[in-house]
């Protein structure tokens, strides 16, 4: 057990709907991650938070958002949901700020979304 | 930009055979990180091994044993006497300053009884 729980574990919903995932990270980590792992593109880096703030975007879609919030949680909302957009998303928490290339990143189980 | 590539898609072994993953990686960074992450069955990633761009020297860890070869730029992972238990997706994955962890598509171990 990594220590990072994200729910819900399974979300089916329809095309153009809009919904809310959340993660919880190790007790004690500041910097929260989400990756996005799919069939054709893989495993690809979403956005990083460190303490409440925006810290790095990658691939991010504009449909998508993410927020950390005080208690260190993060959310990341997925809006106009495609059929493309099915995939497993993952939260990680590491302890450091992220600028460093050395962080050990503690996955969660993700949350399989099925857009339908 | 940075790669990471695992060529082999998908490998089939029978227990207690050896098993070396393979890891080819590109980066213009003289100073990365290069990382092996677990995926069993049940969908976490686990974390395996973390290694410096300065640090050639090989590692073994029970079972597993990584080679790390800058002038091939390739990190190998190999298991020795497959488990039925070792059967999952293993990614391989480089990270250097101001860039996050780049994943590889990762390679299927089934490992048969």
């Known amino acids: 057990d990594s220590g990072v729980t994200q729910t819900p574990k399974h979300l089916i919903t329809a095309t153009g709907q809009r919904v809310t995932l959340r993660c919880s990270p190790r007790s004690g980590d500041l910097s929260v991650y989400w990756y996005q792992q799919s069939l054709d593109q893989g495993l690809q880096f979403l956005i990083q938070y460190y303490n409440g703030e925006e810290r790095a975007k990658g691939n991010i879609l504009e449909r998508f958002s993410a927020q950390q919030f005080p208690d260190l949680h993060s959310e990341l909302n997925l809006s106009s949901l495609e059929l493309g957009d099915s995939a497993l998303y993952f939260c990680?928490?590491?302890?450091?700020?992220?600028?460093?290339?050395?962080?050990?990143?503690?996955f969660g189980s993700g949350t399989q979304l099925s857009v339908l | 930009a940075q790669k990471v590539t695992q060529a082999q898609t998908e490998i089939s072994v029978v227990e207690k055979e050896d098993v070396t993953l393979d890891c080819v990686y590109e980066t213009r960074d003289t100073t990365y990180y290069l990382f092996w992450y677990k995926q069993p069955p049940s969908g976490e990633l686990v974390f395996l091994i973390r290694?410096?761009?300065?640090?050639?020297q090989n590692e073994i860890s029970g079972r597993y044993s990584w080679n790390f070869q800058k002038s091939t730029s390739s990190f190998n992972f190999t298991i020795t006497a497959s488990q039925v238990v070792d059967s999952a997706v293993y990614f391989c994955a480089l990270s250097s300053l101001g860039n996050k962890l780049v994943f590889g598509a990762g390679t299927i171990l089934r490992v048969k009884s």
């Open positions: 290694r410096n761009s300065f640090d050639e």
């Open positions: 990680a928490s590491s302890a450091g700020t992220g600028l460093l290339a050395n962080e050990k990143l503690f």
